[in-house]
């Protein structure tokens, strides 16, 4: 499935966040992945991936998940966005 | 291991002495993250670098994980995360791919793998647009020397750190150098700097010996555990020695560690020429302990304390009560005779982010020395002038600023003086009531005007390292420029016959500081020049003194005047060695062995 999310939290997808996506992202079986709007993709999984996105406070990626809980995978991720990574 | 081939590289000899010994590669800022040798494997290796390469991963993990619990007592929550990530990045599927394809389809060793993998992740996230995103790669870097660290513990066997080793390294910054614990560093050689730099400054203090401007394709050489010879009188590297090289250079430490012996007990004798004329001879120093080396080498003074290091090695900025402590515990040391305080020297290769604001592009050209103290931070320079003046009742004290370009920065120190001085008076603090105060000769702005300073100092200490690159334009930290280190380039030798001439006349003081008063290749110059005082690491004031002894003034004089109408720096340093090897010539092998010309 598929959903936006939106980065809400004042400095952006640095290590911190990074950090908490790869490590609940592989707590599940699906593939995730997030989609910058200039087209570079990161595997949710790896930290250096997210990292490499560069994506700062305002950037909307897309979420996309795939496999057997997808959904929860997905709530799961967009959950961590909307609480700005407990960040500000 | 033994049947290498026996490699030499010429660099630059920085600080003399012999060290025969084993490697110890120091990577940047004391981690060991350094580009790894690319070499490759063979197929069946591949399953063995990708085994180590796991169990790398796993050692570094459990590293960061024994870290986080010690930190989770003292440090906030928030901050034990930044551990997260870096566990993180151990754990990181993409990046275990990649490393593991590099070995198995390309054959690289596992460290290598590694390192050109992170440095990839690295470069992606350094182009990023944000500076907070952007920073994070030296939380990647952080973890990479980890990794790399245990992979290169294991591929090079266990490594001694106890016994002594001799320090290889792409650069170190003054205050590495330091920090390198005397008792176990033999030497070190590393591939930035020329003689004059800090480091090499620093190394010749600390008597250890060093070779500078090492070409980046030799280091890459070397490994861990090699064995070494680096010969600090001629800037020789020997990788490799074969057992006749090795046994020669034992013969030459000897001899050299018998020749000193014999020099030190010359230590009680004046240096005084042939025909009657005394020169003081003392120490450039940087910490207190280092004035029992002075007078191990029979030095009368220190003519070279510098402060800035006082600075650099703490934590926070020396307190009045703190400086005033160190100076008097010199001074009480010294008796009486002279201790030159040069005043805190910050700027050129001696950064210092705690106590400089503002990076700039040139830092040789910018706020450093006495602009620094009076512009930036006139309170530290308070501190520091409160602190001397106090002391200045304890001992023979004087005070020299460094990096003079004009008389008014004189006169504002002066008169920051007297303002000090009445407040002082006022909170009835005993202090010193005139305090000499010396101009460091080191630009050509204050050779050129030696005459209007002479009428407002009271000597003169001319530092000819940085006189050298201001005159001709010179990095001395470049190492593609350090041809251009000519102490006896005419225009240097004319800016500093200017000033020792324009100090006699005004019937002021003048030494000399710089790495030319230490090298016994310029001795007869510089006494034919009538230079008062000559300050110089302690141990080369036993050859230095054994040179003076045999000289003649009225011959060096005579010298000196024809060194002045030289056209040439290599015909004036000629002219000098000549009357070094009539005069010393067991001085003149020794800094010049006539092997190696």
């Known amino acids: 499935m598929e959903v936006e999310v939106k980065i809400l939290n004042r400095l ?11 490590q609940r992202a592989g707590s599940f079986a699906s593939e995730i992945k997030l989609t910058h709007s ?12 997210l990292l490499m996105l560069g994506a700062p406070c305002g950037t909307t990626l897309t979420l996309a998940t795939a496999g057997t809980d997808e959904n929860e995978a997905a709530a799961a991720i967009c959950g961590l966005f909307e609480a700005k990574f407990d960040e500000d | 291991m033994n049947n ?15 060290a025969i010994g084993r490697v110890c590669f120091v990577r940047q800022n004391g981690n060991f993250y350094l580009e790894p040798v690319d070499s490759s494997i063979t197929p069946e290796q591949i399953s063995v670098e990708i085994e180590a390469f796991h169990t790398a991963l796993d050692a570094a993990r459990n590293g960061i994980l024994k870290l986080q619990e010690e930190l989770r007592n003292k440090a906030e929550a928030h901050d034990v995360g930044i551990f997260d990530a870096q566990l993180l990045i151990t754990d990181d599927q993409l990046l275990t791919r990649e490393v593991e394809q590099m070995i198995a389809n390309e054959l690289k060793p596992a460290d290598y793998a590694f390192f050109k993998v992170v440095e990839k992740f690295v470069a992606a996230i350094a182009v990023m647009p944000d500076n907070y995103i952007k920073e994070r790669t030296a939380d990647i870097r952080d973890v990479a020397a980890r990794v790399l660290h245990h ?26 150098t330091a920090a390198l614990d005397r008792r176990r560093v033999l030497g070190f050689a590393v591939e930035t700097g020329s003689a004059t730099s800090h480091t090499a400054i620093l190394a010749r203090s600390m008597q250890l010996p060093a070779v500078l401007g090492i070409p980046g394709d030799f280091l890459e050489k070397v490994k861990d555990n090699d064995m070494l010879i680096l010969d600090g009188y001629s800037g020789k590297l020997i990788l490799h020695p074969t057992r006749e090289t090795e046994a020669e250079y034992r013969r030459k430490m000897e001899a050299t560690l018998i020749f000193f012996h014999k020099l030190a ?21 940087e910490n207190v302990d280092d004035i029992d080396t002075v007078h191990e080498y029979g030095g009368c003074g220190i003519g070279l304390f510098r402060s800035e290091y006082m600075f650099l090695n703490s934590s926070g900025l020396p307190s009045e009560e703190e400086q005033l402590d160190i100076y008097c515990s010199m001074l009480s040391k010294m008796k009486n005779e002279p201790v030159v305080v040069r005043t805190l020297d910050i700027g050129g290769d001696k950064l210092d982010q705690a106590l400089q604001r503002y990076a700039e592009p040139n830092p040789f050209l910018g706020l450093r020395g006495v602009r620094f103290c009076l512009k930036e931070r006139p309170d530290i320079f308070r501190t520091q002038l409160r602190a001397l003046l106090r002391a200045g009742t304890y001992g023979n004290l ?39 105060i010396g101009a460091m000769i080191e630009t050509p702005a204050a050779a050129l005007l030696a005459a209007p300073l002479a009428k407002v100092v009271d000597f003169f200490s001319i530092g000819t390292n940085d006189l050298v690159q ?5 990095d001395r930290t470049n190492e593609r420029v350090n041809y251009l280190d000519m102490p006896t380039h005419p225009a240097v030798l004319t800016l500093i016959a200017n000033t020792i001439a324009v100090a006699r006349r005004h019937n002021i003081w003048v030494s000399v500081c710089g790495q030319i008063a230490g090298d016994p290749r310029f001795t007869p110059l510089l006494v034919g020049l009538g230079v008062h005082e000559l300050s110089m690491p302690p141990a080369l004031i036993g050859p230095v003194r054994r040179v003076i002894r045999n000289l003649q003034m009225a011959d060096a004089e005579l010298a000196a005047i024809e060194v002045l109408e ?11 060695m000549q009357m070094l090897r009539s005069a010393a010539p067991e001085i003149a092998d020794l800094v010049a062995p006539a092997s190696d010309n």
Do not use: W
């Open chain 2, 4 to 18: 290498q081939p026996e490699t030499v590289c010429q660099g630059i000899a920085a600080s003399s002495g012999y």
């Open chain 1, 38 to 49: 200039n087209g570079s993709v990161a595997d949710a999984k790896s930290i250096l991936s």
């Open chain 1, 12 to 22: 952006g997808l640095h290590a911190r966040p990074a950090a908490l996506i790869a």
């Open chain 2, 151 to 176: 992979l290169q513990d294991n591929s090079s066997g266990n490594i001694e750190y106890d016994d002594q080793r001799i320090i290889l390294a792409h650069d170190l910054t003054p205050s590495d």
């Open chain 2, 265 to 285: 007990e010359e230590k009680r004798l004046s240096a005084e020429t042939r025909d009657g004329f005394v020169l003081q001879l003392s120490g450039n120093i």
């Open chain 2, 398 to 436: 004087r005070v020299m600023l460094p990096m003079v370009s004009c008389v008014e920065e004189i006169l504002e120190v002066k008169a920051l003086i007297s303002e000090l001085q009445e407040e002082l008076y006022h909170e009835h603090i005993e202090h010193a009531l005139h305090l000499p």
């Open chain 2, 566 to 576: 030289c056209e040439t720096p290599a015909r004036a340093l000629d002219i000098s």
């Open chain 2, 470 to 474: 201001y005159t001709l334009a010179a």
